[in-house]
């Protein structure tokens, strides 16, 4: 395990650089990120260890980043003032491009893996807006009318975009579709609707609902997602039978901040808690375990060497199936290898 201190920042995000395998990118924020300047950390494991390579400082805390799929050396960052700004790590210590769009904080951006010249953002004003990094102004602003904690672009179609919310719904637009009255709308979820399988442990009857933090799309099945929140409860649901989640993980003590599927293995994700853990969990869908596409899931093994809210997760693209990095609000960013903390069925 590899260690990094983010001396006077607390971290709000990991990601890995999709063209190198050993550079990372944190976004941070002073004083939990309640009042105070951000900070940027580009870091690149070394034989000595993790180094930080560049950082750049904000006025604001940054409470999340995500990579350039056009440019190796630029990324994005969601800042605390409702500010979104693009850095490039050979200019400078100011950001290349910025937007000012949003009212309120900006708290998830992502770029598009499929159409890879536009990029969105997610507020807690109750927006998401879709963007070019070509144009100062927003393309399209899809609303939601509550606090936007996550979005994402599909990993498997340009224009297809999911959202978590406040009021406890998985949304799905489709920018194909007519603006109209449902602006591009086309799902919304109940994430906290009962499961369609009686889950071990868990009462049948629904405890309401509860914000949804995160959520993330699977790599290789290409309508399920999952997603986790303030009942500690990841949830895995199928867009072709939108009615309930089809699997519900339970473990986790306190809210879920950040989970994230694996890019090797499709039955296999991690999740970051407030409970100081970071979870790794199959939802019982490998069909070369018997699983024949369908199945309990079961938490596999656990990470509990943060000693604070575990913030972000992320999985590395290259190499072995297992690494992985997660930082937390006790300063230190962990590079860890998932298979060590594995436990056999």
């Known amino acids: 395990m590899l260690e990094f201190r983010t001396a006077g920042f607390n971290p709000y995000s990991v990601k890995y650089s999709p063209f190198f395998d050993s550079r990372l990118a944190v976004s941070a924020g002073a004083n939990f990120g309640l009042?105070?300047?951000?900070?940027?950390?580009?870091?690149?494991?070394?034989?000595?260890?993790?180094?930080?390579?560049?950082?750049?400082?904000?006025?604001?805390?940054?409470?999340?980043?995500?990579?350039?799929?056009?440019?190796?050396?630029?990324?994005?960052?969601?800042?605390?003032?409702?500010?979104?700004?693009?850095?490039?790590?050979?200019v400078g210590e100011f950001p290349v491009a910025g937007w000012q769009e949003h009212n309120r904080e900006v708290f998830s951006v992502h770029w598009n893996l499929v159409n890879k010249g536009t990029f969105l953002s997610s507020?807690?004003?109750?927006?998401?807006?879709?963007?070019?990094?070509?144009?100062?102004?927003?393309?399209?602003?899809?609303?939601?009318?509550?606090?936007?904690?996550?979005?994402?672009?599909?990993?498997?179609?340009?224009?297809?975009?999911?959202c978590v919310s406040r009021d406890s719904h998985l949304r799905v637009f489709d920018l194909r579709t007519k603006p109209s009255a449902q602006n591009h709308l086309t799902l919304a979820i109940p994430i906290h609707a009962p499961p369609k399988v009686a889950v071990p442990g868990y009462g049948n009857v629904s405890a309401g609902p509860t914000e949804c933090l995160t959520h993330d799309w699977n790599k290789y099945r290409d309508s399920v997602l999952a997603t986790a929140g303030v009942d500690g409860v990841v949830r895995t649901f199928d867009l072709r039978v939108p009615s309930g989640p089809v699997n519900?993980?339970?473990?986790?003590?306190?809210?879920?901040?950040?989970?994230?599927?694996?890019?090797?293995?499709?039955?296999?994700?991690?999740?970051?808690?407030y409970d100081m853990t970071c979870r790794v969990w199959t939802d019982g869908s490998n069909v070369d375990q018997g699983g024949n596409g369908a199945g309990l899931g079961r938490e596999m093994g656990r990470m509990d060497r943060h000693t604070e809210f575990a913030m972000g997760v992320d999985w590395c693209l290259f190499g072995a199936e297992g690494w992985c990095s997660s930082c937390a609000w006790d300063e230190r960013v962990l590079v860890w290898d998932v298979r060590e903390y594995m436990r056999p069925a």
């Open 35 to 90: 009042v105070g300047n951000g900070r940027l950390f580009i870091l690149n494991l070394t034989a000595n260890g993790i180094v930080c390579e560049k950082f750049f400082e904000t006025q604001d805390c940054l409470f999340d980043l995500t990579w350039s799929e056009q440019h190796e050396n630029q990324l994005l960052t969601a800042g605390g003032d409702g500010s979104i700004k693009l850095f490039d790590i050979g």
């Open 123 to 162: 507020s807690w004003d109750g927006t998401v807006k879709i963007w070019s990094p070509e144009r100062k102004e927003s393309i399209t602003t899809l609303p939601v009318h509550s606090c936007v904690y996550s979005a994402q672009f599909s990993p498997h179609h340009p224009d297809v975009v999911t």
């Open 248 to 273: 519900m993980l339970t473990g986790h003590e306190y809210a879920v901040r950040k989970i994230s599927w694996s890019p090797h293995l499709s039955d296999v994700l991690l999740s970051a808690s």
